[in-house]
């Protein structure tokens, strides 16, 4: 089976950048995808197809991928940024998802 | 708007089954997928499968296959994931998803999660 691997913690202190990674076999073939999630809510779409951003996602907010990691960044990192983020690839018509990472903005 | 909306909380004993609705609005039902994505308590997302209402075809991850039937009603625009034989580690917020069509018929797979369900939480207890 396909694995995505990503940290299980990231820190950041406001306005700093934050930076995400997410590793898995040649991932740099596939599409990367970056949700983001608060305490009781349902996921937020982030970034889709390596490095897009859907219609109301800031700017500040950024990916890539290439080689066997997909990297999500996020630059001048504010408070409501505080959330868990999952990766996610297809492998075949299967859906992947990583472990998930949470990041605090101390 | 586009949304999905997801059937109310349920509490199940072991071994019983449990059927979740997904009522999608705002957008045309058989041009995209559907796929459901479960979190337990304190845990991270766990993809179960997906369903195409253009023409029904499913796949599911292979720990669950044998116990979950995923099926739409394009008359109603309406997905349902049901779930059998429920265990204790069944236990968690169960979403569905929207994913484009259009996206999973290429070589690599380009199509993301932009709409989420607002989640239905399934208590399996004795």
């Known amino acids: 089976s396909y694995d995505l691997t990503q940290p299980p913690s990231v820190s950041v202190s406001p306005g700093q950048t934050a930076s995400i990674t997410c590793s898995g076999d040649k991932l740099g073939n596939k599409y990367a995808c970056w949700y983001q999630q608060k305490p009781g809510q349902s996921p937020v779409l982030v970034i889709y197809?390596?490095?897009k951003r859907p219609s109301g996602i800031p700017e500040r907010f950024s990916g890539s991928n290439s080689g066997n990691t997909a990297t999500l960044t996020i630059s001048g990192t504010q408070a409501m940024d505080e959330a868990d983020y999952y990766c996610?690839?297809?492998?075949?018509?299967?859906?992947?998802f990583g472990g998930g990472t949470k990041l605090t903005v101390l | 708007q586009v949304q999905l909306v997801q059937s109310g909380a349920e509490v199940k004993k072991p071994g019983a089954s449990v059927k979740v609705s997904c009522k999608a609005s705002g957008y045309t039902f058989t041009s995209y997928g559907i796929s459901w994505v479960r979190q337990a308590p304190g845990e991270g997302l766990e993809w179960m499968g997906w369903?195409?209402?253009?023409?029904?075809?499913?796949n599911s991850a292979q720990k669950l296959q044998g116990r979950v039937t995923m099926t739409t009603a394009t008359s109603t625009t309406t997905a349902y994931m049901e779930l059998r034989s429920l265990r204790s580690d069944d236990t968690a917020v169960y979403y569905c998803a929207r994913y484009d069509l259009r996206g999973v018929g290429a070589t690599t797979v380009s199509s993301a999660f932009d709409i989420w369900g607002q989640g239905t939480m399934v208590i399996v207890s004795s």
């Open positions: 369903i195409s209402p253009f023409n029904g075809n499913t």
């Open positions: 996610q690839a297809w492998d075949s018509s299967i859906v992947v």
């Open positions: 197809q390596d490095s």
